[in-house]
């Protein structure tokens, strides 16, 4: 079991390039989640998809799309990339029925120049 | 909507100390609630859950938590920490949607 799995594991751009975070689960989880993580601000939601064929925005959706892919993938994009998107990005996903326990990738870390 | 607080943003302890971490939310619905560590350059594993039932809750890694509905509190409590413990502490709320909401993170830093 992998668990969670993103790619890549470190990124630079440049301001307005795009690129797409990849992120993949082997438990069978129905729901799965993408936030960013900025220092002194904890982590923030920025989509999330309780199910397959669903999406929904949460806390910081602007400058980012997403496709749940089917139920194991579920991709982040930046369409053009800017400053202020330096981050670390974490996927996470969750059974949603008895534990509610958040699984978490080891993170991608983007730098935006 | 809901909402944490975590009281502190960085605690030092010397090793084999006791250390509480803070953690206080607000929300309008009956709540779940989560503690995270991170170490370092990682992502986050649960130490532990509060979703129904005794206010006291055992943990990994020998953490403790009580949730506290009067005072809308859920502290982290470790009787004897050790230097592996040094890593970030994210007090997190489920307000029944399946969202997690976290506070901004406290970091343990645990000294010889």
């Known amino acids: 079991n992998a668990g969670v799995t993103q790619t890549p594991k470190f990124q630079v751009l440049k301001t307005g390039q795009s690129m797409t975070l990849q992120c993949a689960q082997d438990?069978?989880?129905?729901?799965m989640y993408w936030y960013r993580q900025d220092p002194g601000m904890g982590l923030r939601l920025i989509y999330y998809?309780?199910?397959?064929?669903?999406?929904d925005k949460g806390e910081v959706p602007n400058g980012y799309n997403v496709s749940r892919l089917n139920k194991r993938e579920f991709s982040l994009r930046l369409e053009s990339a800017a400053p202020s998107q330096t981050s670390v990005y974490f996927c996470?996903?969750?059974?949603?029925?008895?534990?509610?326990?958040?699984?978490f990738g080891p993170g991608t870390r983007l730098t935006v120049t | 909507a809901q909402s944490v607080t975590q009281l502190d943003s960085q605690v030092p302890v010397f090793e084999e100390a006791p250390v509480e971490l803070r953690c206080n939310y607000s929300?309008?619905?009956?709540?779940?609630l989560f503690w995270y560590v991170q170490y370092p350059n990682q992502g986050l594993q649960l130490l532990l859950k509060?979703?129904?039932?005794?206010?006291l809750v055992k943990g990994i890694n020998g953490f403790e938590a009580e949730f506290n509905k009067s005072q809308t509190s859920f502290h982290l409590r470790k009787p004897s920490v050790h230097i592996s413990d040094t890593a970030e502490y994210f007090c997190?709320?489920?307000?029944?949607?399946?969202?997690?909401?976290f506070g901004k993170g406290t970091l343990l830093t645990v000294n010889p």
């Open positions: 998809s309780a199910s397959e064929g669903t999406t």
């Open positions: 997190a709320v489920d307000g029944s949607n399946y969202k997690l909401t």
């Open positions: 509060y979703l129904s039932g005794s206010t």
């Open positions: 438990m069978n989880h129905n729901s």
């Open positions: 996470a996903s969750m059974k949603t029925s008895g534990s509610y326990e958040q699984y």
């Open positions: 929300s309008s619905v009956s709540v779940y």
